[in-house]
């Protein structure tokens, strides 16, 4: 498992999650109430990748 899957699985409100390196593209299903989108965008940007919230 890759630093981007570990960072992804650590976020208590990531529900699932999957990485494409292939398209360079992360998708992760995340639990609404408890969701926090700064903070995922900082844990992605910490390992020196980008972000673009859809």
């Avoid at 969701?35 to 844990?43: F, G, L, N, P, S």
């Amino acid at each position: 498992m890759g630093k981007i899957n570990r960072a992804l699985a650590a976020l208590p409100w990531v529900e699932e999650h999957s990485v494409d390196f292939q398209n360079k593209m992360a998708t992760i299903v995340v639990d609404a109430k408890t969701y926090d989108e700064a903070a995922t965008i900082q844990a992605v940007q910490s390992l020196g990748f980008g972000v673009s919230v859809m």
